[in-house]
């Protein structure tokens, strides 16, 4: 049994000062029992705790590192802009440049806003939406995550539309009853809910594939559904690609699958493992944002160069000929091995793969919104978890998380990961 002795005391302290001891909950092991690591460093493809254990990592801070941990050319980078001073709250160079790099990879993007947060990247982006349109509803479909903002930390409850049920206690009822919530993948409840209110719909924003609910992949009808029916009626059409953007393809789950939206928020690797989040779209609609229009929305350290650099680097040797490619191919790879390993134990899984992320569900019925991804085995999916970490290998605590592959993996640490996925298959 690997020791985590250092990991459980530091998180005794931590659990005296920062609330349930982590500054994000999700990082707590609350899903899958147990206590959190404490992470001392990280290289490529492998995390190593306070403890000295070490593992291969498909968490790679949630999505951000799609390069591994600590890409030299990152590293390098960043070790130069940090001599130059780490944020001058005044228009850089570097700001143009990866604005413009993320333009021409999202062709939907005629503007582009640099943040801090995929949060902030999707409640600006709705304030832009609502500022543009003079409506105020929104729509948003159950088990898709924007993050933490009041109005979108709404959930349904079963059935048709759900009006205005706030998720969290701090969220007043009044914000919550301008988020309607709708089952994803059904493209006639959303018909007949725009063509009752759509006087009141300022946006319709989802995650084209939900890599909040694990990864649900959408059906094209309905990606299209959606792209006529707020066409039809002046809605804002809002892709949340914090997750996808540049993973399910370079050019985000827009590109993969054709749809171009009026607006979109990115967040995750644009950072490059800094915090960096961007909202955009089509000029029109970004021309209300101050300073161009009356639409306020504003930040201290939004583009800092240390940021910026990280991101800029990051989408520089992601964009390298073949590079995405050979990304995708690992977790192809992986889903590969993945697969037959549940096969040879037994084991009864689903597993979904969009580009280079990937979720094992612990059933075996098909997967297409929250309610069937939500029907998988925790408890089961708990023991794979615990299985796995033993056995060396970092996934995140949770079934309904994410997978991520990054360029660092070797076929090495793929043939560990699939063996060790063998004997927690078996013993789940
Ligand atoms: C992670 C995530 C967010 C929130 O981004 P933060 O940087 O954590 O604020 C928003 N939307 C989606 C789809 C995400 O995956």
């Excluded at 001058?88 to 700001?95: R, V």
């Excluded at 319709?204 to 559904?225: A, D, M």
């Excluded at 094992?360 to 999916?381: I, L």
């Amino acid at each position: 049994m690997k020791s985590h002795r250092r990991s459980l005391n530091l998180f005794k302290k931590s659990s005296r000062l920062i609330p349930g001891g982590v500054n994000s909950p999700v990082r707590a092991f609350k899903a899958v029992g147990g206590r959190p690591l404490f992470i001392e460093k990280a290289k490529g493809a492998k995390i190593y705790d306070v403890d000295g254990n070490s593992y291969i990592d498909y968490v790679l801070s949630w999505g951000p590192l799609i390069l591994g941990h600590a890409h030299p050319r990152v590293v390098n980078a960043l070790k130069n802009a940090a001599e130059r001073g780490t944020s001058y709250g005044a228009p850089t160079g570097l700001e143009v440049k990866l604005a413009e790099m993320v333009t021409s990879l999202y062709p939907s993007m005629d503007m582009v806003r640099l943040v801090n947060s995929g949060t902030e990247a999707t409640m600006s982006a709705i304030r832009a939406a609502r500022g543009f349109t003079g409506r105020d509803k929104i729509i948003k479909f159950e088990g898709c995550y924007h993050g933490h903002a009041d109005g979108l930390l709404v959930k349904a409850g079963s059935g048709a539309a759900t009006f205005g049920v706030p998720d969290s206690p701090g969220v007043p009822k009044s914000y919550a009853k301008n988020t309607i919530t709708l089952p994803f993948n059904d493209i006639d409840s959303v018909s007949s809910v725009v063509k009752k209110e759509h006087r009141n719909i300022a946006c319709i924003i989802l995650e084209p594939v939900v890599g909040n609910s694990g990864c649900v992949l959408p059906k094209v009808k309905f990606l299209k559904g959606l792209r006529k029916i707020t066409k039809q009626y002046g809605v804002v059409l809002i892709f949340d690609e914090v997750m996808t953007g540049f993973r399910v393809s370079l050019g985000g789950a827009q590109e993969y699958y054709g749809i171009k939206p009026d607006m979109t928020c990115l967040g995750k690797v644009i950072g490059g493992g800094l915090p960096v989040g961007a909202y955009g779209g089509r000029k029109d609609i970004m021309s209300v944002i101050a300073p161009e229009g009356p639409v306020y929305q504003a930040g201290t350290l939004s583009g800092n160069p240390l940021a910026m650099t990280a991101g800029i680097e990051t989408l520089k040797v992601l964009s390298g000929k073949g590079v995405f490619k050979k990304i995708e191919k690992k977790a192809a790879l992986l889903e590969e091995g993945l697969k037959d390993a549940a096969k040879r134990a037994g084991a009864r899984t689903r597993f979904y793969r969009a580009g280079t992320m990937f979720c094992t569900y612990f059933q075996d019925g098909s997967v297409h919104d929250f309610e069937t991804a939500a029907r998988s085995d925790k408890e089961k999916f708990a023991r794979f978890f615990r299985e796995m970490l033993e056995g060396g290998v970092n996934l995140a605590p949770s079934q309904f998380e994410a997978g991520f592959m990054s360029l660092a993996h070797t076929d090495k640490d793929i043939e560990r990961t699939i063996n060790a996925a063998y004997r927690a298959f078996r013993k789940c």
